[in-house]
């Protein structure tokens, strides 16, 4: 079995709000009787994509537990590598593989420089296939990035979506192994299908996305922040559990 948490969208902007939310949900996850076996942190982790913002996330996300991260629309590839992952200036996406487990997670760089949309590029779509294409025979893997591939019925998240989702399809249809799919972006805890795997999504760590049934403000900031567990069990099957940390 394979314990995972996750959070998405901290938005971390030097404010006095962002950091207490964010270390809220760090101190709930470091305090857990058992320890997770990862936590993944599904992009916009900054607000402005500054180094400031980045220097305060390693800050904030220390763990005993790896912490697996990938870019969303607000984050910026130069400071995320430098401030956060301590690497040297490089090129392209910033995508990774962990193994966590037995379970391979690729970390997917789904933002665009300069733009709200998501696109899985062809260098990020090229790393995807020889990743899962290099794992031993009967490795479960998931999928991870920002951009949800599919609308939630919101005008909001649902004008910024994953730009080239039949590709990513395609792609899906050629790897059995992976298991479901998971991503942030929506503000919202949100379950769909894609490609006949599971779509997670992540709720949102700053504010809560106000359904259109709900009313007409779009950010409820009123909410406490959320969290996902995905469990993942020996016959490679997904459960997850969404909590709210008061
Ligand atoms: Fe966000
Ligand atoms: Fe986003």
């Not at 690729?106 to 290099?134: F, H, N």
């Not at 649902?158 to 792609?171: G, H, I, K, R, V």
């Not at 919202?188 to 949102?204: C, E, H, I, K």
Request: aromatic share 6%; proline share 9%.
């Amino acid at each position: 079995m394979v314990l995972l948490a996750q959070i998405s969208d901290l938005h971390l902007d030097g404010t006095e709000r962002a950091r207490e939310r964010a270390t809220r949900v760090m101190d709930y996850l470091r305090a857990l009787p058992t320890p997770v076996d990862a936590l993944l942190v599904t992009g916009d982790i900054a607000d402005h994509g500054e180094p400031s913002e980045y220097r305060e996330a390693a800050r904030i996300l220390t763990a005993a537990f790896p912490v697996l991260t990938c870019p969303g629309n607000h984050d910026s590839r130069e400071p995320l590598r430098s401030a956060l992952l301590g690497e040297p200036p490089a090129e392209g996406p910033v995508n990774r593989l962990h193994l966590i487990g037995g379970t391979a997670i690729l970390m997917c760089d789904s933002s665009i420089p300069g733009k709200d949309e998501g696109l899985l590029d062809q260098q990020t779509m090229s790393w995807l296939a020889e990743s899962l294409d290099a794992l031993p025979t009967g490795t479960p893997a998931l999928v991870a990035f920002h951009h949800p591939p599919v609308t939630l019925h919101h005008p909001l998240p649902d004008s910024y979506t994953l730009q080239n989702d039949q590709d990513f399809a395609a792609l899906l249809a050629d790897h059995p192994e992976v298991v479901a799919v998971i991503t942030g972006h929506a503000h919202t805890a949100a379950v769909s299908t894609f490609a006949r795997r599971p779509l997670l999504v992540g709720p949102a760590v700053t504010w809560t996305l106000r359904l259109p049934w709900e009313g007409t403000e779009v950010a409820d900031f009123e909410q406490p922040p959320g969290i996902a567990f995905h469990v993942l069990d020996e016959r490679h099957r997904l459960t997850t559990h969404f909590r709210t940390v008061l």
